[in-house]
C-alpha cells in the first residue's frame, strides 16, 4: 500500500525557515519522480517542486525559486523541502506527492495528508 507521510510544518514569523519531511513506503520510490505541492485557504492545488528519480534534476515554480530546495534520500525513502524566507503568502498545507511531471501536477498522483505551514507575525 502507498503511503506517504509529511512532518515538519508548524507555525514560523516571516523570514524564517522550515524543512518539511516526507516518509515514503510501499512502492519504488528511487524510481519515481516526487513533488511537493500546497494548498493555500480558499484555493485549489498549487505544484511546488519535482525531484528527478535519481535527484539530478529539480524543478520550481517561480514563486518559490530561491528560496526553497527540495531533496530525496533514497535510501531512507525520504523527501525534503527546505524553506526559507518564508513569506506570508506561503501559509499552505504542504503535501508531498508522487510525481506527474516536471512542471506541474496534475492531481492523479498519491499524495499524503500533508502538514500545515503558518507565516505569521
Known amino acids: 500500500q502507498v503511503q506517504l507521510v509529511e512532518s515538519g510544518g508548524g507555525l514560523v514569523q516571516p523570514g524564517s525557515s522550515l524543512r518539511l519531511s516526507c516518509a515514503a513506503s510501499?512502492?519504488?520510490?528511487?524510481?519515481?519522480?516526487m513533488s511537493w505541492v500546497r494548498q493555500a485557504p480558499g484555493k485549489g492545488l498549487e505544484w511546488i517542486s519535482t525531484i528527478a528519480p535519481g535527484g539530478d534534476i529539480k524543478r520550481y515554480t517561480d514563486s518559490v525559486k530561491g528560496r526553497f530546495t527540495i531533496s530525496k534520500d533514497s535510501a531512507d525513502n525520504k523527501l525534503y523541502l527546505q524553506m526559507n524566507s518564508l513569506k506570508p503568502e506561503d501559509t499552505a498545507v504542504y503535501y508531498c506527492?508522487?510525481?506527474?511531471?516536471?512542471?506541474?501536477?496534475?492531481?492523479?498522483?498519491?499524495r499524503g495528508p500533508g502538514t500545515q505551514v503558518t507565516v505569521s507575525s
Open positions: 510501499g512502492f519504488a520510490f528511487r524510481e519515481n519522480l
Open positions: 506527492a508522487i510525481g506527474t511531471s516536471y512542471s506541474g501536477y496534475d492531481g492523479t498522483g498519491v
